[in-house]
């Protein structure tokens, strides 16, 4: 059985901020695979589903973010599930607004949602790291994630939770390659090749001169021979 796990603070006030990308990833999963009602338990809210034969628990913390380990600890030892089995879907700043990587292990990095599963679990849990871009300066990072994505950031957002709720069942699986396709497919989809390219545009040869001589009266090839 797995566990995936979103990032976010609970509450409408915080529902649209950079920081709950994790939350929003996870929505889109459970509704797009017809997973079933949200229900508080282990501190958060969970919701259930199966990809195939593989069953998988949704859960979002509701300790706000600096807590979130406590959440994860308490549904671990309930399901007596391995760190292995854990994955954390949360926002990164290191990576492009748009950007997906998979990564199993590791440091936090300072984020705090991640730092609070460090300690009550240890780090070799799955990650889903979800690029939100970097503010550029490390003093307007707080402020910049507990704010709302701005409108434009809107299609990418639907175009990447699209993918991650596509590559779902292969994470499920434990196949990270065929996950990360699934979300490329979305995020930067090949060109078609049914395209047709454009005819060039043949031009008509000049007639020869000769030819056109022929079709002049005696009067007029003598007219031309003074031009």
Same mark, same amino acid.
């Given at each position: 059985?797995?566990?995936?796990?979103?990032?976010?603070?609970?509450?409408?006030?915080?529902?649209?901020?950079?920081?709950?990308?994790?939350?929003?990833?996870?929505?889109?999963?459970?509704?797009?695979?017809?997973?079933?009602?949200?229900?508080?338990?282990?501190?958060?809210?969970?919701?259930?589903?199966?990809?195939?034969?593989?069953?998988?628990?949704?859960?979002?913390?509701?300790?706000?973010?600096?807590?979130?380990?406590?959440?994860?600890?308490?549904?671990a030892k309930f399901y007596k599930t391995d760190v292995s089995d854990i994955t954390v879907f949360h926002d990164e700043l290191d990576l492009a607004p748009g950007k997906c990587r998979y990564k199993t292990g590791g440091g936090h990095a300072g984020h705090n949602g991640l730092r609070s599963i460090h300690q009550?679990?240890?780090?070799?849990?799955?990650?889903?790291?979800? @690029? %939100?871009?970097?503010?550029?300066?490390?003093? !307007?990072?707080?402020?910049?994630?507990?704010?709302?994505? &701005?409108? /434009?950031?809107?299609?990418?957002?639907?175009?990447?939770?699209? @993918? %991650?709720?596509?590559?779902?069942?292969?994470? !499920?699986?434990?196949?990270?390659?065929?996950?990360?396709? &699934?979300? /490329?497919?979305?995020?930067?989809?090949?060109?078609?090749?049914?395209?047709?390219?454009?005819?060039?545009?043949?031009?008509?040869?000049?007639?020869?001169?000769?030819?056109?001589?022929?079709?002049?009266?005696?009067?007029?090839?003598?007219?031309?021979?003074?031009?």
């Open positions: 059985m797995q566990i995936f796990v979103g990032l976010g603070n609970p509450g409408a006030k915080y529902a649209g901020n950079r920081h709950n990308i994790g939350f929003m990833a996870l929505d889109r999963i459970a509704s797009d695979h017809g997973f079933g009602p949200w229900r508080s338990k282990f501190q958060g809210v969970i919701s259930e589903g199966r990809f195939g034969s593989d069953r998988v628990v949704l859960l979002k913390p509701e300790t706000y973010m600096n807590l979130s380990g406590q959440s994860v600890a308490a549904a009550h679990l240890n780090p070799e849990y799955n990650r889903i790291r979800i @690029g %939100i871009g970097h503010p550029g300066h490390k003093d !307007a990072v707080a402020s910049y994630v507990l704010r709302d994505f &701005a409108k /434009a950031d809107q299609d990418w957002i639907d175009d990447l939770l699209r @993918g %991650i709720s596509d590559g779902a069942p292969e994470l !499920a699986k434990g196949d990270s390659g065929r996950f990360m396709n &699934a979300v /490329a497919l979305r995020t930067a989809p090949p060109r078609s090749s049914t395209t047709k390219p454009k005819e060039k545009k043949i031009e008509k040869p000049a007639e020869p001169e000769a030819k056109v001589e022929e079709t002049l009266s005696p009067l007029q090839r003598l007219a031309a021979k003074f031009r």
